[in-house]
């Protein structure tokens, strides 16, 4: 299907245990993002990319770590994961610079860390 | 640093009155202007976007927004709400000063009465 997905769409984890998360796109769209939505805080960006191999940090990249090795995937992984991290995490893509662009967003994942 | 302010946190209208969700923006140069939309339990959708040109912008589900350089504001309104339009708006500008990026406000969580 043609679109944005991401998996796993909820996730249980536990506080130390390490967490991949999945994005793919099949617009072979450039730029690519990661977003957490918290109560009070809205949308907060994480990390970036806007290429293969090319990624850059967002608002809150600390306890994140992503790569891009494919243009249509660009996973996110919480290395140790901690319960402040317990959120909901969209990812989105843009053909064009994120700025100026309409960003096409996923589903989300809801990740609780116990 | 720029940023984008929706003062309104929740709003709850009656179906079939009208709706407007403030926001306003900081922002150095001329921005690009996004509403979003998110319904529950899914990701954001965009409503309408502003670049240039004619300051009353139209989007999708008769949504329509207007860009005043003087008050800084980007307000979205919608004539008739209804039952369908509950859900939660987000304002962004981009790009950000340090990148190809967008600020998102905080969210107007709209509530409609039957």
């Known amino acids: 299907d043609a679109g944005i997905t991401q998996s796993p769409r909820y996730k249980i984890t536990e506080t130390g245990r390490q967490v991949t998360l999945m994005c793919h796109q099949t617009w072979s769209h450039s730029y690519m993002f990661w977003y957490r939505q918290d109560l009070g805080h809205g949308l907060r960006l994480i990390y970036y990319s806007a290429a293969a191999d090319i990624t850059d940090k967002g608002e809150v990249p600390d306890g994140y770590v992503v790569s891009r090795s494919k243009t249509e995937n660009f996973p996110l992984t919480l290395e140790s994961a901690t319960r402040s991290q317990t959120s909901v995490y969209f990812c989105?893509?843009?053909?064009?610079?994120?700025?100026?662009?309409?960003?096409?967003f996923g589903p989300g994942t809801r990740l609780t860390v116990l | 640093a720029q940023s984008v302010t929706q003062p309104d946190i929740h709003i709850t209208v009656s179906e079939g009155a009208s709706l407007e969700l403030r926001c306003n923006y900081s922002?150095?140069?001329?921005?690009?202007l996004f509403w979003y939309v998110q319904s529950p339990g899914q990701g954001l959708q965009l409503l309408l976007k502003?670049?240039?040109?004619?300051?009353l912008v139209q989007g999708i589900k008769g949504f329509e927004a207007e860009f005043k350089r003087s008050q800084s504001s980007f307000n979205l309104r919608k004539p008739s709400v209804h039952w369908s339009d509950a859900a939660e708006y987000f304002c962004?500008?981009?790009?950000?000063?340090?990148?190809?990026?967008?600020?998102f406000g905080g969210g107007t969580r709209v509530l409609v009465k039957p």
């Open positions: 502003y670049f240039s040109g004619d300051t």
């Open positions: 962004a500008v981009g790009p950000t000063a340090a990148g190809n990026k967008l600020t």
């Open positions: 922002y150095g140069a001329t921005p690009y």
């Open positions: 989105a893509s843009s053909a064009l610079a994120g700025g100026t662009d309409t960003q096409y």
